[in-house]
């Protein structure tokens, strides 16, 4: 489940980040660092599941990180 997800979303990230560079419109980078909290996210406990605590950890936090600017991103636009 975890694996389908994470290749979603993936894809999802790539095609908001390929729209944004080819038209040049970035309204959407917001939604894109949302969903690519939720990537780090799952490949956080994929990390986790492997028994990798310290890539699960890192990846957690890049997921907080991230997490933080999607939301100050919708606050502030």
Known sequence: MLKISRYALSVVVFLFGAYGLITQNFNLNDIMFFLLSLLMLIMGLEEF?????????????????????SIQGFLLS
């Open 49 to 69: 599941q492997r028994g990798k605590k310290a890539n699960g950890w890192l990846f957690v936090a890049v997921f907080l990180f991230s997490l933080f600017v």
